[in-house]
């Protein structure tokens, strides 16, 4: 069955410093990821996703991840924090199952960016 | 409309009371979603719609909660005899399709609406 565990629920970076949100993954089949952001008080936005095309994924915002099917991760990265990134980050992966598509969501990472 | 639109953006209850929260999905979009977001924690999906039709409610977690969805555009989530512990955010996303192994579409979703059950 599809999972995902993202590691630290809180992770705290200086303005200028390199962003890392980790998150793994399970999956019986080729998996499809995606990395949502949510700012407070607003919905999800998706930053960026993986479809088995390039293993490394641009996205919005200067962000990227990096899929690596042998350690099953999915990481995500902005090589210079902004304060505006601070937003609380999701990890996800598709599941096909039953005839549709649904997400399946880690528990999230709050990023706070300080000065 | 732009986006997907839910209403309303918070709704304040008494426990034991009936509640209804509606999201507009994206025109053209014939799959629609719900998730719950329960504080602190990720998201918990609910229900999918393919057109009108919801082949699988598994997600609901109890048979106090329903959902319908008319003239393949908004869908309603109803909650009946609310408690507390259905405290927390809703969230509705929509897609082009949901029904593929090939293609995955990109859901979009709504702003929410923040539950507070008394």
């Known amino acids: 069955a599809q999972s995902v565990t993202q590691l630290g629920s809180h992770v705290s970076v200086s303005e200028g410093a390199l962003v890392l949100l980790r998150c793994n993954y399970s999956?019986?089949?080729?998996?499809?990821l995606f990395w949502y952001v949510q700012y407070p008080n607003q919905g999800l936005q998706l930053l960026l996703k993986y479809t088995s095309a390039a293993t490394l994924v641009k996205g919005i915002n200067g962000f990227e991840a990096e899929f690596k099917k042998s350690e099953t991760s999915f990481h995500l990265t902005k090589p210079s924090a902004h304060m505006s990134d601070a937003a609380e980050y999701f990890c996800a992966v598709s599941l096909f199952s039953g005839g549709y598509n649904k997400l399946i969501f880690g528990a999230g990472t709050r990023l706070a960016v300080h000065p | 409309g732009a986006g997907v639109s839910q209403s309303p953006s918070n709704k304040v209850t008494e426990k034991g009371k009936d509640v209804e929260l509606r999201c507009d999905p994206i025109s053209g979009h014939t799959a629609l979603y719900w998730y719950r977001q329960r504080l602190g924690q990720g998201l918990e999906f609910l229900i999918y719609?393919?057109?009108?039709?919801?082949?699988?409610k598994s997600g609901l977690p109890s048979d106090r909660f329903s959902a319908e969805r008319t003239g393949e555009s908004v869908s309603t989530l109803t909650i009946q005899r609310t408690q507390q512990e259905d405290s927390a955010v809703y969230l509705c996303a929509s897609s082009l399709i949901g029904a593929s192994s090939l293609l995955i579409p990109t859901q979009y979703f709504g702003p929410g609406t923040r539950l507070t059950v008394l």
């Open positions: 999956s019986s089949v080729p998996p499809y």
């Open positions: 719609f393919q057109g009108n039709s919801a082949p699988d």
